[in-house]
């Protein structure tokens, strides 16, 4: 096995150390994060799972589940109760595709696209929470981080 380097017994055991580990400071900042949300998302009633299916709504205005899962990385068991909840509060309708009865279309109402202005502090809230803990960042670092966090969720798939 020439050129292998085998793990001596304290390696394999480091490797189990956490600070070893990317996976955790990736699930607790996620974590943070969306705690940080909850207050701005909380007071338009709202949760963070609905908000970013709603910023996907907004952008395409008709979309079908499968394809608005793809792009959520979200699973019809997670998607399907976030897109009854926002059909119960007005803000989509969900249809039957008239090309092929399989797929599931969920359409921006008028009240969702109206609902969108109230949403739209939401960023800017979210900035300034980070700006008072210091977290300023440029619009280049925040290019390259989330191109950084896109390229390992691309190759997890």
Not at 86 to 95: K, V
Not at 108 to 130: D, H, I, W
Request: proline share 3%.
């Amino acid at each position: 096995m020439k050129g292998i380097h085998m793990a001596t017994e304290n390696e394999k055991e480091d490797l189990l150390l956490l600070d070893k580990q990317l996976c955790f400071p990736l699930y607790a900042c996620a974590r943070k994060i969306v705690a940080a949300y909850h207050p701005f998302l909380k007071a338009l009633g709202l949760t963070y799972t609905q908000y970013v299916t709603m910023m996907v709504i907004w952008e395409k205005k008709e979309i079908s589940v499968h394809e608005l899962g793809d792009i959520l990385y979200l699973d019809s068991g997670t998607l399907t109760p976030v897109l009854k909840k926002l059909e119960s509060f007005g803000y989509i309708e969900r249809h039957r595709s008239t090309i092929d009865e399989r797929v599931v279309e969920a359409r921006l109402t008028e009240k969702g696209q109206a609902f969108k202005e109230e949403v739209s502090k939401v960023p800017e809230q979210m900035r300034c929470y980070l700006s008072e803990r210091n977290l300023n960042f440029t619009p280049d670092e925040i290019t390259a981080f989330k191109g950084e966090l896109y390229k390992m969720l691309d190759h997890l798939v």
